[in-house]
């Protein structure tokens, strides 16, 4: 496994709480990463870490061995693209607008719109599913039709990374399962995602590599079949739980034992 | 050129940019009737003299009365545009910093401290243009950091910042009040005269340097337009798309103090352009958040029409510009405040 994208030993903190003290990652090149966890376990922490919204009071970020707090904030954007958890968006913008704020990196002062800016927001939006949303205000759509177009935007930015904080929150069944089904396909074209995932069975049957966080540390990482069983699911969530096989695609299924009666 | 839905693709060699056409057509626009008001302004001097007159004085014709719309009418017409654009956007700049339509330089006491630093340069170390505008753009900074280092205290959010900036604002404009009365019967009267804010007597001059500033400022305000309409997005989406908001920020308070306080040494405190203009140029021309352009357009157009309104008024009695932007202005700061408090 190789990993252009890696941290050592980060101890990340906002003002005085602390969240992680010696957290050490390796993004795996290549492969669609789930991050699961508890709420409040500094998955979303450890993401901003790695994009460059957190400055570790210790430890770095490397990015191809180069600290990231070093790399122009430009280039690292062409390089690297996050989607947070609950962005906002700027009142009277229309979809495309806001797509093509994605291109801001490849952009300078007089470069203007250029044919390959075109082609990114045009390809990201249909990636999205949002092309016939093209022309409406962004304020106007729903929280789920709104989440694709913010995806739209990171995929306009056109990096071989690209990392998202809960992409799946504000969507709907059907749309959760399109958006994990993208992200596999951006994999399958090369490109390396990393996402915050709520729910361990989507993130066993669409990632290759999974990472298990508890109290900012990550407690296993490795293939979905290799590390998810029922003791796991109970170091890290403290959940009681079978884990059979998922009766679709065989990977590692959590099925909780908790029942109406066992709730005190 | 191309359309693609409500925008335009404008070619010009290899470059090409991405222009809304609503844009396009509001820039037009407020151009044309700039020109307008501008022509109307420099007809009216002592009374109203014909347009003829005014193109046969600006190309150059000699005589008494072509004298006075070059020497008189024009560097106050000119001051009217360039101030108002830059006061509209100043406002714009800090309205986009901090995300909220009531941050804007008059109201958070910026004008107050620049007022007050130009007055300290005034009293007590008898004001040369240059030092006025050093003394303003020095307060203008100092009110800065204030309203800054209180808001920050417990987090800085859109509304706390605001309200602080408020309060800042009446200490400035008390602390103003009791240099004046400390000072010098002369100097009393020569400030008061200015508190209000005013064209009267602008002649090239006291323009000429505030100019220069102004286009320095907007030079420099042009080259971080595209990070500052990034930074709309919100500092998440900023960092990354490759904004360095911090340093950003930074750059964009200097320069948007930098332009209230130039206006405010020139002219004094004229306040309301700054609050209304970015809010009115986003509603005409529809940009997606408060675009820089349309709020100086605005702003230019506003003053200048404010300037007209208060020579006219009372005439022969011109009154300080500052009164007509006060009273819009006061209206409109309430209506703000009514929806701002409901909305949260």
Same mark, same amino acid.
């Given at each position: 496994m190789t990993s252009r994208l890696t941290a050592r030993d980060l101890a990340l903190r906002y003002g005085d709480r602390v969240v992680s003290t010696r957290l050490s990652v390796d993004v795996p090149d290549g492969a669609l990463t789930a991050v699961v966890g508890p709420n409040a376990c500094g998955k979303s922490t450890m993401l901003r870490a790695l994009v460059r919204l957190l400055r570790p009071v210790e430890g770095t970020v490397t990015f191809d061995g180069t600290d990231i707090g070093t790399i122009a904030a430009k280039r690292f954007a062409r390089s690297v693209a996050f989607l947070p958890q609950e962005p906002s968006a700027p009142d009277d913008i229309r979809v495309r607008q806001l797509v093509a704020r994605g291109r801001f990196p490849h952009q300078s002062l007089f470069s203007g719109w250029s044919e390959a800016d075109q082609e990114a927001v045009t390809g990201a939006m249909a990636a999205a599913g949002i092309t016939d949303l093209a022309e409406r205000l962004v304020q106007e759509l729903s929280g789920g039709q709104r989440q694709r177009v913010w995806v739209a935007m990171a995929l306009a930015q056109r990096t071989p990374y690209l990392l998202l904080d809960e992409p799946t929150s504000f969507l709907d069944i059907t749309h959760q399962y399109q958006l994990l089904a993208l992200l596999s396909r951006l994999r399958d074209e090369g490109r390396t995602v990393i996402a915050v995932l709520h729910d361990v069975n989507q993130a066993c049957r669409f990632a290759d590599h999974v990472i298990a966080m508890r109290n900012g540390a990550v407690v296993a990482e490795g293939a979905p079949a290799d590390i998810v069983d029922a003791a796991l699911i109970k170091e890290v969530f403290d959940l009681p739980c079978l884990v059979v096989p998922d009766p679709v695609t065989g990977t590692p299924m959590v099925v909780p034992t908790v029942d109406r009666g066992s709730i005190a | 050129m191309s359309a693609t839905g409500t925008a335009l693709v404008l070619r010009r060699g290899r470059f090409s940019a991405l222009v809304e056409r609503r844009t396009l057509v509001f820039t037009a626009v407020m151009l044309v009737l700039l020109l307008a008001l501008g022509l109307t302004a420099l007809c009216y001097g002592d009374g109203w003299t014909s347009p003829a007159r005014v193109f046969a004085a600006l190309s150059g014709q000699r005589? +008494?009365? %072509?004298?006075?719309?070059?020497?008189?009418? #024009?560097?106050?017409?000119?001051?009217?545009?360039?101030? +108002?654009?830059?006061? +509209? =956007?100043?406002?714009?700049?800090?309205?986009?910093? =901090?995300?909220?339509? *009531?941050?804007?330089?008059?109201? &958070? $006491?910026?004008?107050? $401290?620049?007022? =007050?630093? /130009?007055?300290?340069?005034?009293?007590?170390?008898?004001?040369?243009?240059?030092?006025? =505008? /050093? +003394?303003? @753009?020095?307060?203008? #900074?100092?009110?800065?950091?204030?309203?800054?280092?209180? /808001?920050?205290?417990?987090?800085?959010?859109?509304?706390?910042?605001?309200?602080? $900036?408020?309060? @800042? %604002?009446?200490?400035?404009?008390?602390?103003?009040?009791? &240099?004046? #009365?400390?000072?010098?019967?002369?100097?009393?009267?020569?400030?008061?005269?200015?508190?209000?804010?005013?064209?009267?007597? *602008?002649?090239?001059?006291?323009?000429?340097?505030?100019?220069?500033?102004?286009?320095? #400022?907007?030079?420099?305000?042009?080259?971080?337009?595209?990070?500052?309409?990034? /930074?709309?997005?919100g500092t998440e989406v900023a960092v990354g798309t490759g904004v360095r908001t911090e340093s950003l920020q930074v750059q964009l308070v200097v320069i948007g103090v930098g332009c209230t306080a130039t206006v405010t040494a020139a002219a004094g405190p004229i306040v309301f352009v700054a609050l209304a203009a970015p809010q009115i140029g986003r509603r005409l021309a529809r940009t997606s958040g408060i675009g820089l352009l349309p709020a100086a357009l605005t702003g230019a157009v506003l003053l200048q029409s404010a300037d007209l309104i208060a020579q006219l008024l009372l005439s022969p009695v011109s009154l300080p510009v500052g009164v007509v932007t006060t009273a819009i202005g006061g209206c409109y700061l309430i209506w703000l405040l009514s929806k701002e408090v409901r909305s949260g």
């Open positions: - | 005589g +008494g009365p %072509n004298v006075m719309i070059r020497e008189w009418q #024009l560097p106050r017409v000119l001051a009217a545009v360039v101030f +108002g654009a830059a006061l +509209g =956007t100043a406002g714009a700049v800090f309205q986009n910093v =901090t995300r909220n339509p *009531l941050g804007s330089p008059d109201v &958070i $006491g910026l004008d107050a $401290g620049a007022y =007050t630093g /130009a007055l300290v340069a005034i009293t007590v170390l008898s004001g040369t243009p240059a030092r006025l =505008t /050093a +003394g303003s @753009v020095l307060g203008g #900074l100092v009110a800065a950091a204030l309203v800054y280092l209180l /808001a920050m205290r417990g987090g800085v959010s859109g509304l706390r910042l605001i309200v602080i $900036g408020i309060a @800042v %604002n009446a200490m400035l404009t008390a602390v103003n009040s009791w &240099i004046v #009365l400390r000072a010098e019967l002369e100097v009393a009267i020569a400030a008061v005269g200015w508190s209000a804010g005013s064209l009267n007597g *602008l002649g090239w001059e006291q323009v000429r340097i505030p100019f220069c500033v102004i286009a320095v #400022l907007l030079a420099a305000l042009v080259t971080r337009a595209p990070a500052l309409h990034q /930074a709309a997005l």
